[in-house]
């Protein structure tokens, strides 16, 4: 398996405009997991589902952030406008069915709002 | 409250030296236990986990760690560390042994020197 996938790697963007972050989960896994990290706050968890269904949105910071997941394979998180305070890695993370209850990583995608 | 305390934000260790660092969590039960790596640009690498049974816990790339219930602790250990180990570490926590509701800790830095 080729692992989480995230795209892009790494996005530049100017204040106001919408980004939209893609991420495929692992073939199989059931829960899906979107973070963002960054030095003054470490990482934190913004969303999670379940079977595609969202389960705890209550770490999205704000309004401008939203988060699909259409079908089991392809999540999207979406800011829209963007705020240079959005400047982060932001992470997606899947895990498979109870007894594999690690969390795989994708490589994130480096997040640059000037 | 917190689940999970880092409490060394940075370590350096020289290569070849023995390193340990410390996780605790804040639980009434036993969780599930896990350590992260972050190589600088990547994403998260499982390093190892503790579900039950024996509290001595081998990972990947040399790595243990001990589960220890009446401290709390889940510290990480290696006997002999090389200049590959300079990354970032995580320890997390699923709370609901599902997946679903995990907490990682702020980090360590760790530094290497030759």
């Known amino acids: 398996d080729a692992g989480v996938i995230q795209s892009p790697r790494h996005e530049v963007t100017e204040m106001g405009q919408e980004v939209t972050l893609r991420c495929k989960p692992i073939?199989?896994?059931?829960?899906l997991f979107w973070y963002r990290q960054t030095m003054m706050r470490g990482l934190e968890l913004l969303i999670y589902?379940?079977?595609?269904?969202?389960?705890?949105d209550s770490g999205m910071p704000e309004d401008r952030f939203s988060a699909k997941m259409p079908n089991a394979s392809f999540s999207t998180l979406k800011i829209q406008p963007s705020e240079p305070r959005d400047s982060a890695v932001y992470f997606c993370a899947s895990s498979g069915l109870a007894g594999y209850n690690e969390q795989f990583f994708g490589p994130g995608t480096r997040l640059t709002v000037l | 409250a917190q689940s999970v305390t880092q409490p060394d934000i940075h370590i350096t260790v020289s290569e070849g030296a023995s390193l340990e660092l410390r996780c605790n969590y804040s639980?009434?039960?036993?969780?599930?236990l896990f350590w992260y790596v972050q190589s600088p640009g990547q994403g998260l690498q499982l390093l190892l986990k503790y579900f039950s049974g024996d509290t001595l816990v081998q990972g990947i790339k040399g790595f243990e760690a001990e589960f220890k219930r009446s401290q709390s602790s889940f510290n990480l250990r290696k006997p002999s560390v090389h200049w590959s180990d300079a990354a970032e570490y995580f320890c997390a926590v699923d709370l609901r042994n599902t997946g679903n509701q995990f907490y990682f800790g702020t980090g360590t830095s760790l530094t290497v020197i030759p």
């Open positions: 073939s199989g896994h059931n829960s």
């Open positions: 589902f379940n079977n595609n269904v969202p389960i705890d």
């Open positions: 639980y009434g039960a036993t969780p599930y």
